[in-house]
C-alpha cells in the first residue's frame, strides 16, 4: 500500500465508522492529527525534503457524548468502539516496531494550536489532544488500555515480582479478582525460582503465587500447583505428553522461522532448549501482538496434547505446540518448552511445593476471604497475610505454620490428588484438610521405602531394644493393590503409575480365587475391635475393600520357583491380555494397609501382618505371603540371607515389628532396612571397561560431557562391545592409559 501506512488505513476505518453512526447527531466535532512515516522510501522519493514524510492523516470523528470517557457514541456499542481502537492501536504498535518503517506522532505546537482553536468550547476532547502532546501516544486513550496497565488496585505484569518482601497478594498480583492467571505471571516466579539456590527462598516465592492465585482465581489453584511440579493430573491417571525433542525442535523451527540446524547448533551451546526458544522467540517480530496466554489455556492445550493418539497425532501435537508458541512473550516460551519436556530444571521438588501451599494457606486464609468477597465486604490485613501481626509473636506464629505444612503433607501423602486438597482447604481451611483427605482404595499410595545396610552386625545395632522380623528381599516389581466397593481390582506400581491393563492375570486370579475365601475371621474380628473400631464386627464378613502392598515377581510354574526381573521386564507394558501373556507371575503379599474401610497405616506391623494372614487365603504360584523370620540370632540371619539368595531373591528386608513400626507413606524410613547382597563388604566384582563415546551435557553440564558409552573389548571378535551408559560417575575410577 504505497504513501499510506496500515495505521492510517485502520485509523480512518475507525473515523468512517464513528462518522457513519454519529452523523445524525446535531453537533459533530473533528479532530485532526498529522501523522508522519521516517521510512527509507519517503527519503529516497523525496531527498531534498525532511526524513519525516506525511503519509495520512488519522481523522476521528467524535460526537460531544464521545467526549466524555465515561460514554459511548450514539447508536454505537463501547465494545465496538473498543474492539475498533484496540485494532488501530495493534497496528500502530507493529508498525512501529517494523525495521521497514518508524512511527511518530508530529507534536508541533502550532499544529495543536490551530487544532485546538478550530474548537468552539473546552472540552475533554481538548484534554485528549493536550495530553497527546506530552504522551506521543494513539489519541484513543480512553478506548483502549494497554496490556500493561495497571486495572484496579492490583500490579502491572511488568512490575509483578513474587519474590518481593513483604508481598501483597491483593495489590502485588499481576491481575484482577476472578481473572483468569496470566501464564506470564506463572512463568516469571519459575524464573524467579531458578535464579535461587535457597530452598527456603524458593518456597517463599511459590507462596506468594499461590496467595495470588488463592484469592484472585482459587478455581486456577490446582492446576498451578500441578504445573509448578510438571503434571497435568495426578500419577494414577497416566497423563503423558509423550513429546521428544526432535518434534519440539520442529515446531520451534515451524513457529519462528529458524532452521533446525540452527536451533540444534543453539542447543549444543546452550544446553537447553527452553532457553534456545526465549532466545529465538525473543528475536522473532510480529504484524500483530496475540492475546495473553493463561495459565488455564496453556494447562488445557497441555491436556489436549496428552489424549491425543491414533497415526496423526504426532502432527497435531506439533500445530497445538506452534499456538502456544506463537503466544509466548518474555520468558514464556522457555518455561513451555521445558513443561513440554517435562523437566522445569529450576531445582523445586514437590515436598517443596507441598510446603509453599502449607505457607501460603497459613498467611492467606482462602475460605474465610472467600466468605468476605461473598458478602461484598472489604478485606482485611489479618486475612490477607496473617505473618504481619502474629498471635503469640514471630515464634507461635512459625509453630503454627509449620504444623500447616505438616497437615498439608500428611492429605498429600494419604490422598496424592491436589484438586481433592485443594477443594478442602478452599472449603474448610487447613484445620482438618488431613481428615478429609484420607486414605482411599483407588487412590494409590506413595510406598514406605527401606535404607540399605552393609551387614547383619549393624542391622542387629540398628535393632538392639526393637523386636524385628526378617523377610525375603524378592526381585520384582512392586504392586500395591486395591479393591474398590464396587469389586473393581486395581493394580498400581511404585510411582502410583496405574498397570491394570499390564497384570489381567493378577486382576483375575484374584477375583476368581482369592477374594472368594478372603473373609473376617474370628480372630481378625478381636483384633479389629482392639484397634478401636466403633462399628460391631462380624465373623464370616466378606472383604469389601482393601489395600495390599506386595511385590510381583516372574513365576516358572513348571519348575515352581521364581524367575529373575529380567524375564519380568519383557512384559508388554500396557493393554495385555490375558490369552496373550507368556511370563506368568505370582503376587507376594507382605503388608496390609487398609481393610474393609478401616485405614490401618498407624497400626504396628505385628497387627497388620497378623489380619494380612488371617483374611486371605494363599494360592500356591498365584497369591503368597512373603517367607520371614522373627529372630535376632545372627547365624539364624545369615542362613536365612543364603536362602533367599538361592531362591533368586535379592536379599533381605528387616523390619521393626511393635515399636515405630506404622507404615510411613512416602518416606524412606530406617524403620525398615534392606541387606542387599550387592552391599555386603566382599560380595561383587569390578570391570574393566573403555569409554568409546560421549554424550553432550545439558543444564549444569552445559559444555561438558554428560555421560560416557562403555565397552568391553572381546578377544573372539577382536572388537568392543558397548555394555551400558554412564551418567554418574559414583564408583567408578577413571585410569589415563599411557601413551607412547
Given at each position: 500500500?504505497?504513501?499510506?501506512?496500515?495505521?492510517?488505513f485502520?485509523?480512518?476505518?475507525?473515523?468512517?465508522?464513528?462518522?457513519?453512526?454519529?452523523?445524525?447527531?446535531?453537533?459533530?466535532?473533528?479532530?485532526?492529527?498529522?501523522?508522519?512515516?521516517d521510512?527509507?522510501?519517503?527519503?529516497?522519493?523525496?531527498?531534498?525534503?525532511?526524513?519525516?514524510?506525511?503519509?495520512?492523516d488519522?481523522?476521528?470523528?467524535?460526537?460531544?457524548e464521545?467526549?466524555?470517557?465515561?460514554?459511548?457514541?450514539?447508536?454505537?456499542?463501547k465494545?465496538?468502539?473498543?474492539?475498533?481502537?484496540?485494532?488501530?492501536?495493534?497496528?500502530?504498535?507493529?508498525?512501529?516496531?517494523?525495521?521497514?518503517?518508524?512511527?511518530?506522532?508530529?507534536?508541533?505546537?502550532?499544529?495543536i494550536?490551530?487544532?485546538?482553536?478550530?474548537?468552539?468550547?473546552?472540552?475533554?476532547?481538548?484534554?485528549?489532544?493536550?495530553?497527546?502532546?506530552?504522551?506521543?501516544?494513539?489519541?484513543?486513550?480512553?478506548?483502549?488500555?494497554?496490556?500493561?496497565?495497571?486495572?484496579?488496585?492490583?500490579?502491572?505484569?511488568?512490575?509483578?515480582?513474587?519474590?518481593?518482601?513483604?508481598?501483597?497478594?491483593?495489590?502485588?498480583?499481576?491481575?484482577?479478582l476472578?481473572?483468569?492467571?496470566?501464564?506470564?505471571?506463572?512463568?516469571?516466579t519459575?524464573?524467579?525460582?531458578?535464579?535461587?539456590?535457597?530452598?527456603?527462598?524458593?518456597?517463599?516465592?511459590?507462596?506468594?503465587?499461590f496467595?495470588?492465585?488463592?484469592?484472585?482465581?482459587?478455581?486456577?489453584?490446582?492446576?498451578?500447583?500441578n504445573?509448578?511440579?510438571?503434571?497435568?493430573?495426578?500419577?494414577?491417571?497416566?497423563?503423558?505428553?509423550?513429546?521428544?525433542?526432535?518434534?519440539?525442535?520442529?515446531?520451534?523451527?515451524?513457529?519462528?522461522?529458524?532452521?533446525?540446524?540452527?536451533?540444534?547448533?543453539?542447543?549444543?551451546?546452550?544446553?537447553?532448549?527452553g532457553?534456545v526458544?526465549?532466545?529465538?522467540?525473543?528475536?522473532?517480530?510480529?504484524?500483530?501482538?496475540?492475546?495473553?496466554?493463561?495459565?488455564?489455556?496453556?494447562?488445557?492445550?497441555?491436556?489436549?496434547?496428552?489424549?491425543?493418539?491414533?497415526?496423526?497425532?504426532?502432527?497435531?501435537?506439533?500445530?497445538?505446540?506452534?499456538?502456544?508458541?506463537?503466544?509466548?512473550?518474555?520468558?514464556?516460551?522457555?518455561?513451555?518448552?521445558?513443561?513440554?519436556?517435562?523437566?522445569?530444571?529450576?531445582?523445586?521438588?514437590?515436598?517443596?511445593?507441598?510446603?509453599?501451599?502449607?505457607?501460603?494457606?497459613?498467611?492467606?486464609?482462602?475460605?474465610?476471604?472467600?466468605?468476605?468477597?461473598?458478602?461484598?465486604?472489604?478485606?482485611?490485613?489479618?486475612?490477607?497475610?496473617?505473618?504481619?501481626?502474629?498471635?503469640?509473636?514471630?515464634?507461635?506464629?512459625?509453630?503454627?505454620?509449620?504444623?500447616?505444612?505438616?497437615?498439608?503433607?500428611?492429605?498429600?501423602?494419604?490422598?496424592?490428588?491436589?484438586?481433592?486438597?485443594?477443594?478442602s482447604l478452599?472449603?474448610?481451611?487447613?484445620?482438618?484438610?488431613?481428615?478429609?483427605?484420607?486414605?482411599?482404595?483407588?487412590i494409590?499410595?506413595?510406598?514406605?521405602?527401606?535404607?540399605?545396610?552393609?551387614?547383619?552386625?549393624?542391622?542387629?545395632?540398628?535393632?538392639?531394644?526393637?523386636?524385628?522380623?526378617?523377610?525375603?528381599?524378592?526381585?520384582?516389581?512392586?504392586?500395591?493393590?486395591?479393591?474398590?466397593?464396587?469389586?473393581?481390582?486395581?493394580?498400581?506400581?511404585?510411582?502410583?503409575?496405574?498397570?491394570?491393563?499390564?497384570?489381567?492375570?493378577?486382576?483375575?486370579?484374584?477375583?476368581?480365587?482369592?477374594?472368594k475365601?478372603?473373609?473376617?475371621?474370628?480372630?481378625?474380628?478381636?483384633?479389629?475391635?482392639?484397634?478401636?473400631?466403633?462399628?460391631?464386627?462380624?465373623?464370616?464378613?466378606?472383604?469389601t475393600?482393601?489395600?495390599?502392598?506386595?511385590e510381583?515377581?516372574?513365576?516358572?510354574?513348571?519348575a515352581?520357583?521364581i524367575?529373575?526381573?529380567?524375564?519380568?521386564?519383557?512384559r508388554?507394558?500396557?493393554?495385555?491380555?490375558?490369552?496373550?501373556?507368556?511370563v506368568?507371575?505370582?503376587?507376594?503379599?507382605?503388608?496390609?494397609?487398609?481393610?474393609?474401610?478401616?485405614?490401618?497405616?498407624?497400626?504396628?506391623?505385628?497387627?497388620?501382618?497378623?489380619?494380612?494372614?488371617?483374611?486371605?487365603?494363599?494360592?500356591?504360584?498365584?497369591?503368597?505371603?512373603?517367607?520371614?523370620?522373627?529372630?535376632?540370632?545372627?547365624?539364624e540371619?545369615?542362613?536365612f540371607?543364603?536362602?533367599?539368595?538361592?531362591g533368586?531373591?535379592?536379599?533381605?528386608m528387616?523390619?521393626?515389628?511393635?515399636?515405630?513400626?506404622?507404615?510411613?507413606?512416602?518416606?524412606?524410613?530406617?524403620?525398615?532396612?534392606?541387606?542387599?547382597?550387592?552391599?555386603?563388604?566382599?560380595?561383587?566384582?569390578?570391570?574393566?571397561?573403555?569409554?568409546?563415546?560421549?554424550?553432550?551435557?545439558?543444564?549444569?553440564?552445559?559444555?561438558?560431557?554428560?555421560?560416557?558409552?562403555?565397552?568391553?573389548?572381546?578377544?573372539?571378535?577382536?572388537?568392543?562391545?558397548?555394555?551400558?551408559?554412564v551418567?554418574?560417575?559414583?564408583?567408578?575410577?577413571?585410569?589415563?592409559?599411557?601413551?607412547?
Open positions: 500500500m504505497p504513501q499510506k501506512s496500515l495505521l492510517s485502520f485509523s480512518n476505518k475507525v473515523s468512517e465508522r464513528l462518522s457513519d453512526d454519529t452523523s445524525s447527531s446535531p453537533v459533530t466535532k473533528t479532530k485532526r492529527r498529522r501523522v508522519v512515516m521510512s527509507d522510501d519517503s527519503q529516497e522519493k523525496a531527498p531534498g525534503n525532511s526524513a519525516d514524510h506525511v503519509i495520512d488519522i481523522v476521528i470523528g467524535c460526537n460531544e464521545l467526549s466524555n470517557r465515561n460514554n459511548t457514541p450514539n447508536n454505537v456499542s465494545t465496538e468502539v473498543e474492539e475498533s481502537a484496540e485494532i488501530s492501536t495493534r497496528m500502530f504498535m507493529s508498525a512501529r516496531s517494523q525495521g521497514s518503517h518508524t512511527t511518530q506522532i508530529s507534536d508541533k505546537s502550532s499544529s494550536k490551530k487544532s485546538e482553536e478550530s474548537l468552539s468550547s473546552e472540552t475533554s476532547s481538548q484534554k485528549s489532544v493536550s495530553d497527546l502532546k506530552v504522551s506521543n501516544e494513539f489519541p484513543l486513550p480512553s478506548l483502549c488500555k494497554s496490556e500493561n496497565e495497571s486495572i484496579g488496585t492490583h500490579a502491572s505484569i511488568d512490575n509483578f515480582d513474587p519474590s518481593k518482601d513483604p508481598f501483597d497478594p491483593l495489590q502485588d498480583a499481576c491481575w484482577g476472578s481473572e483468569p492467571v496470566p501464564y506470564i505471571a506463572f512463568a516469571k519459575l524464573d524467579c525460582i531458578e535464579k535461587t539456590s535457597s530452598r527456603l527462598k524458593m518456597i517463599g516465592v511459590l507462596s506468594n503465587l496467595r495470588c492465585v488463592g484469592i484472585n482465581s482459587p478455581k486456577d489453584l490446582a492446576m498451578c500447583i504445573m509448578s511440579i510438571n503434571r497435568l493430573g495426578p500419577s494414577y491417571e497416566g497423563l503423558e505428553l509423550g513429546i521428544g525433542e526432535s518434534l519440539l525442535i520442529k515446531a520451534l523451527s515451524l513457529t519462528t522461522g529458524a532452521s533446525i540446524d540452527r536451533i540444534k547448533s543453539e542447543l549444543n551451546r546452550l544446553g537447553d532448549l532457553a526458544a526465549e532466545a529465538v522467540r525473543s528475536r522473532q517480530q510480529t504484524m500483530f501482538k496475540p492475546k495473553s496466554l493463561t495459565l488455564r489455556q496453556v494447562f488445557g492445550r497441555l491436556k489436549e496434547i496428552a489424549l491425543l493418539t491414533g497415526n496423526a497425532a504426532q502432527t497435531k501435537k506439533v500445530k497445538l505446540i506452534q499456538t502456544l508458541l506463537v503466544a509466548c512473550r518474555e520468558c514464556e516460551a522457555k518455561y513451555l518448552i521445558r513443561c513440554l519436556q517435562g523437566k522445569l530444571r529450576i531445582g523445586l521438588a514437590e515436598q517443596s511445593v507441598l510446603a509453599a501451599l502449607g505457607q501460603a494457606v497459613a498467611m492467606t486464609s482462602f475460605h474465610s476471604i472467600q466468605a468476605v468477597l461473598a458478602d461484598g465486604q472489604p478485606l482485611s490485613v489479618d486475612l490477607l497475610d496473617t505473618s504481619r501481626k502474629p498471635i503469640g509473636g514471630p515464634d507461635a506464629w512459625k509453630r503454627h505454620c509449620d504444623e500447616v505444612i505438616g497437615r498439608v503433607k500428611q492429605a498429600y501423602a494419604q490422598c496424592p490428588n491436589y484438586e481433592k486438597i485443594v477443594e478452599l472449603e474448610d481451611g487447613p484445620d482438618n484438610v488431613h481428615k478429609r483427605c484420607c486414605i482411599s482404595p483407588g494409590p499410595l506413595r510406598p514406605m521405602l527401606a535404607h540399605p545396610t552393609h551387614g547383619v552386625t549393624e542391622v542387629l545395632k540398628r535393632f538392639d531394644q526393637a523386636d524385628f522380623t526378617c523377610e525375603f528381599k524378592y526381585d520384582g516389581e512392586r504392586a500395591q493393590i486395591h479393591l474398590l466397593a464396587d469389586s473393581t481390582v486395581r493394580v498400581y506400581s511404585r510411582n502410583q503409575e496405574n498397570n491394570t491393563s499390564k497384570y489381567p492375570d493378577i486382576v483375575n486370579s484374584l477375583v476368581a480365587n482369592v477374594l475365601g478372603a473373609k473376617l475371621t474370628a480372630e481378625a474380628c478381636k483384633l479389629l475391635d482392639s484397634i478401636g473400631e466403633s462399628t460391631p464386627l462380624i465373623e464370616g464378613t466378606p472383604v475393600t482393601f489395600i495390599l502392598d506386595s510381583a515377581v516372574a513365576w516358572d510354574r513348571v515352581e520357583q524367575l529373575p526381573f529380567q524375564v519380568l521386564s519383557t508388554k507394558r500396557k493393554d495385555v491380555q490375558e490369552g496373550d501373556v507368556k506368568c507371575v505370582c503376587v507376594y503379599a507382605f503388608d496390609l494397609l487398609y481393610l474393609n474401610g478401616i485405614p490401618l497405616t498407624e497400626q504396628p506391623l505385628r497387627q497388620r501382618r497378623e489380619l494380612l494372614r488371617l483374611v486371605f487365603p494363599t494360592i500356591p504360584g498365584q497369591f503368597m505371603f512373603a517367607n520371614s523370620l522373627d529372630s535376632s540370632d545372627t547365624e540371619i545369615i542362613k540371607m543364603d536362602e533367599s539368595i538361592k533368586n531373591c535379592e536379599g533381605l528387616v523390619k521393626t515389628l511393635d515399636h515405630d513400626a506404622t507404615y510411613e507413606i512416602a518416606k524412606r524410613s530406617r524403620n525398615w532396612l534392606k541387606l542387599k547382597k550387592d552391599y555386603l563388604e566382599g560380595v561383587g566384582d569390578t570391570l574393566d571397561l573403555v569409554v568409546i563415546g560421549g554424550f553432550h551435557g545439558s543444564g549444569k553440564r552445559t559444555g561438558r560431557y554428560g555421560g560416557f558409552l562403555l565397552a568391553c573389548y572381546n578377544p573372539d571378535d577382536e572388537e568392543y562391545q558397548t555394555i551400558c551408559k551418567i554418574r560417575f559414583c564408583g567408578l575410577t577413571l585410569i589415563r592409559p599411557n601413551t607412547f
